[in-house]
């Protein structure tokens, strides 16, 4: 059987707003083999897993795990866990650093405040300071979720790492397993598709400067969907790589009597006062395929196709 990330690139599914959605990253490691549903089906402790789970829910906060590349034996519980936390809204973008021997403390946090970019929750409950290192690079590579996160992932954050790059990591789940490898880049949380080490080289080079590469790129994760692909159209149509750059102020769902696929009116600023009015309408990737290797069912991803872009005079505003 083909697998799922072959049959999406040869139908030529596109990237652009399909990256998971989060305000802010936690990321906790923790070696040895994950399961489909890793906070709760890996060498971490389920019931810290489950109660991470329901801590963050409705807060911004995504938690994921992360460990480093190569082999993963069960080498039992390790002494000291590195902890990430990254905000990733334009003009608050952060990653701090952490070192615990108890992930329970954890819990300790308030995941309102840190969903809202407040790291300071962070850094007093888990001594955290802000990462001076590299930009982090996460690869999916839960094959227990997906084997194509497995088969395409393990081999690209091997290669990313034996190149000498700091900060790069294996992570859990990114969602999007069709587009492996798929890769997180933080601070700014922009997510890539279909990666390539060539890619993701230039994907870190540009973080150092302020800047993001568009190739294969999924979107930011701060936007939901409509949003992430409204801002990758304004970056295409100026030509703006600047990271923080552009933000999404607005997105309205249009409402519709026909039944018709929703779609959404999107309001895009530039950090210079300008503004941009991007229609974004949901569509269907089709032929129907197997949207995961492990289902036979036959689907048609929901896409986000950006119907119209433009640029609004200071008067239109407000309409």
Not at 142 to 163: F, I, V, Y
Not at 220 to 229: C, D, L, T
Not at 240 to 267: K, N
Request: with cysteine; charged share 20%; hydrophobic share 40%.
């Amino acid at each position: 059987m083909s697998r799922c990330a072959t049959v999406s690139r040869d139908l030529d599914e596109p990237v652009s707003g399909t990256a998971a959605n989060a305000r802010t990253w936690l990321l906790v490691e923790q070696p040895g083999p994950w399961g489909a549903k890793a906070l709760t089906s890996s060498h971490l402790d389920p019931a810290l897993g489950r109660a991470l789970e329901a801590a963050a829910k409705g807060t911004g906060v995504r938690v994921a795990l992360i460990r480093r590349p190569g082999r993963h034996a069960d080498c039992g519980r390790p002494a000291v866990r590195q902890v990430y936390a990254a905000h990733t809204m334009p003009g608050n973008a952060w990653v701090h650093a952490a070192t615990t021997d108890d992930p329970s403390q954890l819990l300790g946090l308030d995941f309102t405040a840190l969903g809202m970019g407040d790291h300071h929750t962070f850094d007093a409950t888990m001594q955290g300071r802000p990462h001076t290192g590299a930009p982090l690079a996460l690869v999916c590579t839960n094959g227990k979720r997906d084997r194509c996160c497995a088969l395409l992932g393990r081999p690209l954050a091997t290669e990313l790492a034996a190149s000498g790059l700091g900060g790069i990591w294996e992570v859990t789940h990114l969602g999007g397993h069709r587009f492996s490898p798929t890769v997180l880049v933080l601070p700014h949380g922009y997510a890539y598709g279909r990666a390539e080490a060539h890619t993701i080289k230039d994907v870190l080079h540009g973080v150092q400067e302020g800047r993001i590469v568009l190739e294969g790129c999924r979107g930011r994760s701060a936007w939901e969907r409509p949003g992430q692909a409204a801002e990758l159209a304004v970056r295409t149509a100026v030509g703006e790589y600047a990271a923080d750059a552009l933000s999404v102020v607005r997105t309205e769902i249009a409402v519709r009597t026909d039944g018709a696929a929703p779609r959404w009116e999107v309001i895009v600023a530039h950090a210079d006062g300008r503004h941009w009015r991007v229609i974004v309408a949901q569509g269907a990737s089709l032929p129907p395929r197997a949207e995961s290797c492990g289902t036979s069912i036959l689907g048609a991803p929901a896409r986000m196709d950006v119907v119209a872009v433009r640029e609004l005079r200071p008067a239109s505003l407000a309409s």
